[in-house]
């Protein structure tokens, strides 16, 4: 006899509570046209294609480009609120007709809200202010109240589990919580601080308490364990993951309680489609980094690569080939060897999964985990090794580039994308270990020889990708050149047709 434990049951209650927010109340909606649609939709697809994010934070990122457009030009917040609202089912990020008209008058009361802080605080919280006002009104519009169930879950699952050096109770909960919103939900510094302040500010108005309370969550963001809390966790999201997806297809998942054998046939056949889907996500993912990539290399070479080459010399067109076609090759090797986990693999999969369920936090034996901020001599070891390592590919590549004909600035050009993609393919290769435990990796020799070979190239990569988010020039094309106007041409065009259908009726009528 098995009996479900604590946390589980908890889960099971506030299951439970959640099911009357996916009733649907029938009421006057914003209707938009198709045409205007069909151009905005299109217009998102290529515009998307120049950030390399998660799919299930764009709709966030879309919201917050918006109200900077709007804000920008001053527009009244009722105003905003109404436009907003149509441009995101213009972009079929909402269904079309499923917003009700009532939503403008609340995002417009939350747009005012934040508005009026703006003007009180420094400019630095300006784009901070308005990250925090896009979680908001998503959160309005869409709230799905499983996604938090479930992070409360495994955050709830994972604390008695691990004990690391931290003295302060508050800070340790805290810090768990934020790194499983990180490795579990992969949800952005500005999503997590927005959680956080509705926790520790839940009703704020005053604007000095608000910076005093944002300066308190940057500084539990920025933990000075936080990287090793987050990689210690990371190994143990693996059977949440399946946890998640054994809730989202059992509709009672109290029918495991005392019995385990309905709990392992779920896991197992859940799992086997798990594995084929994640094989197709890995694909989806490379093509995205492959076209973000490659229009980066366009712009890049296009403002810097050709016209130095003009300037100084002939263009060399081998050498203006090979660094176009490099990156997605490069990438397209990287991930073609996505190995799909093994029977061991799911039957360790399934065994967490009892634990998580079953397991009593009582009789559980937390694992400590040692945190050193001094390196030792191991570690000096390692670093001058991988260094040393590092230098010498670094060397023997620009000579081999040299002997191709390469310029100068085709050299850097082709070290900074080799050190992105192979980040992007870094990333993309996680995906892949979504549904599966650290001790199943199935990793040759050669794929782990790469991986200490290219480790530190990596970490440039993610330096430089870091740096590219910042300061990317096509998104700045897209956001003040081409949307703006855009926008108003399709503002224009709905209340046109608008006109032209209402009309049409009078004739009818």
């Given at each position: 006899?098995?009996?479900?434990?604590?946390?589980?049951?908890?889960?099971?209650?506030?299951?439970?509570?959640?099911?009357?927010?996916?009733?649907?109340?029938?009421?006057?909606?914003?209707?938009?046209?198709?045409?205007?649609?069909?151009?905005?939709?299109?217009?998102?697809?290529?515009?998307?294609?120049?950030?390399?994010?998660?799919?299930?934070?764009?709709?966030?990122?879309?919201?917050?480009?918006?109200?900077?457009?709007?804000?920008?030009?001053?527009?009244?917040?009722?105003?905003?609120?109404?436009?907003?609202?149509?441009?995101?089912?213009?972009?079929?990020?909402?269904?079309?007709?499923?917003?009700?008209?009532?939503?403008?008058?609340?995002?417009?009361?939350?747009?005012?809200?934040?508005?009026?802080?703006?003007?009180?605080?420094?400019?630095?919280?300006?784009?901070?202010?308005?990250?925090?006002?896009?979680?908001?009104?998503?959160?309005?519009?869409?709230?799905?109240?499983?996604?938090?169930?479930?992070?409360?879950?495994?955050?709830?699952?994972?604390?008695?589990?691990?004990?690391?050096?931290?003295n302060d109770l508050a800070t340790k909960n805290i810090q768990i919580y934020i790194a499983v919103e990180r490795s579990f939900a992969k949800n952005s510094e500005t999503i997590i601080t927005y959680k956080l302040l509705k926790v520790l500010l839940p009703k704020w108005s005053d604007p000095i308490k608000l910076s005093e309370t944002l300066k308190l969550i940057d500084k539990h963001l920025n933990y000075s364990k936080k990287d090793i809390l987050k990689r210690k966790i990371g190994q143990m999201i693996p059977p949440f993951n399946l946890i998640r997806e054994i809730i989202e297809n059992t509709n009672n998942i109290e029918v495991f309680s005392g019995n385990s054998e309905v709990l392992t046939k779920t896991a197992i056949k859940i799992l086997e489609e798990k594995y084929i889907e994640t094989k197709d996500k890995v694909i989806r993912a490379s093509k995205r980094s492959i076209v973000y990539i490659f229009l980066t290399k366009m712009v890049l070479a296009i403002l810097i690569e050709i016209p130095i080459e003009i300037m100084f010399s002939k263009i060399n067109y081998v050498v203006l080939t090979i660094n176009i076609l490099f990156p997605p090759s490069l990438m397209i090797l990287f991930n073609?060897?996505?190995?799909?986990?093994?029977?061991?693999?799911?039957?360790?999969?399934?065994?967490?999964?009892?634990?998580?369920?079953?397991?009593?936090?009582?009789?559980?034996?937390p694992e400590y985990i040692k945190i050193n901020n001094k390196e030792g001599k191991t570690d000096r070891i390692f670093f001058y090794?991988?260094?040393?390592?590092?230098?010498?590919?670094?060397?023997?590549?620009?000579?081999?580039?040299?002997?191709?004909?390469?310029?100068?600035?085709?050299?850097?050009?082709?070290?900074?994308?080799?050190?992105?993609?192979?980040?992007?393919?870094?990333?993309?290769?996680?995906?892949?270990?979504?549904?599966?435990?650290?001790?199943?990796?199935?990793?040759?020799?050669?794929?782990?020889?790469?991986?200490?070979?290219?480790?530190?190239?990596?970490?440039?990569?993610?330096?430089?990708?870091?740096?590219?988010?910042k300061f990317n020039i096509l998104s700045f094309i897209f956001d003040f050149i081409i949307e703006a106007p855009l926008k108003t041409f399709l503002e224009i065009l709905e209340d046109w047709l608008h006109f032209v259908r209402v009309k049409k009726e009078e004739i009818l009528s």
């Open positions: 006899m098995t009996t479900l434990n604590k946390t589980t049951l908890s889960l099971i209650q506030d299951l439970k509570s959640a099911e009357k927010f996916g009733q649907k109340v029938t009421t006057e909606t914003i209707k938009t046209t198709k045409t205007a649609s069909n151009l905005a939709f299109l217009y998102e697809k290529a515009r998307n294609a120049v950030e390399f994010r998660d799919e299930h934070l764009v709709r966030v990122a879309a919201i917050e480009r918006i109200l900077k457009r709007r804000l920008f030009l001053n527009q009244e917040s009722n105003k905003i609120a109404n436009l907003l609202i149509k441009e995101l089912s213009w972009a079929k990020y909402f269904i079309n007709n499923t917003i009700a008209s009532s939503k403008i008058s609340a995002l417009s009361l939350i747009i005012s809200k934040y508005r009026e802080v703006i003007n009180n605080l420094k400019p630095n919280y300006s784009e901070k202010l308005i990250g925090l006002c896009s979680c908001e009104i998503e959160e309005v519009l869409s709230f799905n109240p499983l996604n938090q169930i479930l992070i409360n879950f495994v955050s709830a699952s994972i604390t008695p589990r691990i004990e690391f050096e931290e073609s060897s996505v190995k799909l986990p093994d029977k061991k693999n799911t039957e360790s999969m399934v065994e967490k999964v009892k634990e998580y369920f079953y397991t009593e936090e009582t009789k559980i034996t090794l991988f260094l040393t390592t590092t230098t010498f590919l670094v060397l023997g590549l620009l000579w081999f580039l040299n002997l191709l004909g390469f310029s100068s600035i085709s050299q850097i050009i082709f070290l900074f994308f080799l050190s992105v993609v192979s980040f992007f393919a870094f990333r993309v290769r996680e995906i892949s270990k979504d549904y599966q435990l650290p001790d199943n990796y199935n990793e040759s020799f050669l794929e782990t020889l790469l991986d200490y070979l290219f480790l530190p190239i990596i970490k440039v990569g993610q330096f430089l990708s870091n740096q590219i988010s």
